[in-house]
């Protein structure tokens, strides 16, 4: 039995959907233990490429597939992802089971969203306007909406009238009365045929779960975004509203930290991010252009182009320590095969010149020192023999593992699933 946690080790999109979908072939569960749509893997999966936002990457090759509680959802949104692919002949009902204390996104926390990111102006976050923040505000605040409730649907109801009066009362409060009003009607209506599409999905999963790993079962558990936007260890108040590290699969699907085998950290060999806030490391220049184009890097979910930068050591270090990662999977080295030269982040100095070698609470007004290392300036796209790659990357790969105090046990070299070099197959029962 194995249970291993694949967790992104810097802003999300380093690449864990490739490999979720590696080790799925041979595990028995993926189960997805916080976020909502405001993420997306993508994954190739024989000559279709897939984009999913809430259901987990599992689904693909049919294995049993789980929502667990601490993912907050947008019925119409996952409805709408298990049509498409039902329509590309995927078993979706015979293998997806949702948390019966899974957090609804409901009409009003979308609205909220947009409202609230739109009054900021320049001072935004940059969220994707999906409702995920306030539903997770709700969730925290004991105002929230489960699943499960959808159940007991006159219970629904007299619930739904309740919050509806509150969520318009603050509505006409903040945003004026020209914003129209909720209707707890409309909104009852749609989720009770939400409810028709989805009652056969929902079930208590904790149990689910906890039931596996005590028949020996191999498990997948995975996150949504990355490390450095967990909301109590990410770059605040530029987070997401969850707890993106390792540990918060415990809580968002019911089990003990003794159940976790493994934590594989997954790296993007430069480094990347989405929307607002501080990115040390960021380039602004034909180098960062050159990252951007090369790595195809625009956002799954809202197409927006990810600011691009040098790899940043210390990010990673503090990754490693707060996930307690066992092993790296290294990708997207391809990406660089035409740099001459690469750097990398080993140290920050701050606007009264002192060095610091350790990630500081804030990444505003510092500045990056560098350790340059010469490029491979050769073709290594699926590349699939560890003895094949340039010594140049395997320098570079040595070094980044000697900075950041984590072993590499998976290279990626291309974005198909068969490029990829896995160092150590048992451990991941592959």
Request: aromatic share 8%; charged share 25%; net charge negative.
């Amino acid at each position: 039995m194995a249970c291993v946690i694949v967790v992104g080790t810097q802003w999300g999109d380093e690449g864990k959907g490739k490999i979720v979908d590696l080790l799925t072939e041979r595990a028995d569960a993926v189960v997805r233990y916080q976020g909502g749509n405001n993420a997306g893997h993508t994954v190739m999966f024989g000559d279709k490429t897939f984009i999913l936002h809430l259901v987990p990457s599992g689904i693909l090759r049919e294995t049993t597939s789980i929502l667990g509680n601490g993912v907050v959802v947008d019925l119409a949104e996952l409805i709408k992802e298990i049509d498409e692919l039902e329509q590309m002949a995927i078993a979706v009902e015979s293998h997806l089971s949702i948390s019966d204390r899974a957090q609804l996104v409901m009409p009003w926390h979308k609205t909220f969203d947009l409202m609230r990111e739109e009054r900021k102006g320049k001072k935004k976050i940059g969220t994707t306007g999906r409702g995920i923040g306030p539903a997770y505000e709700d969730k925290v605040g004991r105002s929230g909406i489960r699943i499960g409730d959808l159940l007991e649907l006159e219970q629904f109801r007299t619930r739904l009238e309740e919050i509806v009066d509150e969520k318009n009362q603050l509505l006409e409060q903040c945003f004026g009365a020209d914003v129209p009003a909720f209707s707890a009607e409309e909104i009852f209506k749609e989720f009770e045929v939400h409810l028709k599409k989805l009652k056969p999905y929902i079930r208590d999963t904790p149990l689910l779960v906890n039931q596996m790993i005590e028949e020996g079962k191999n498990i997948l558990f995975e996150g949504a975004q990355g490390t450095f936007l967990d909301v109590d260890h990410g770059t605040y108040p530029f987070v997401t509203s969850s707890n993106t590290l390792a540990g918060g699969a415990c809580a968002g699907v019911g089990i003990g930290p003794t159940r976790i085998t493994d934590v594989l950290g997954i790296v993007k060999a430069y480094t990347t991010r989405v929307g607002s806030g501080p990115f040390p490391t960021e380039l602004l220049d034909s180098y960062g252009e050159l990252l951007q184009s090369e790595g195809h890097e625009f956002g799954a979910t809202t197409g927006r182009p990810r600011r691009c930068g040098w790899f940043d050591a210390l990010l990673v270090r503090q990754a490693v320590r707060l996930n307690g990662i066992t092993s790296m999977a290294v990708m997207k080295l391809d990406v660089l095969d035409k740099f001459e030269t690469l750097k990398i982040a080993v140290g920050y100095r701050s606007s009264n010149g002192e060095f610091r070698d350790n990630l500081p609470r804030s990444l505003e007004n510092v500045t990056p020192v560098y350790e340059e290392m010469p490029g491979w300036q050769c073709s290594s796209e699926g590349i699939t023999e560890y003895a094949q790659l340039p010594s140049e990357m395997l320098a570079y790969l040595e070094r980044m593992s000697e900075l950041v105090g984590a072993k590499v046990s998976i290279i990626s070299t291309g974005p198909k699933r068969e490029e990829t070099i896995v160092l150590n197959p048992d451990q991941f029962w592959i």
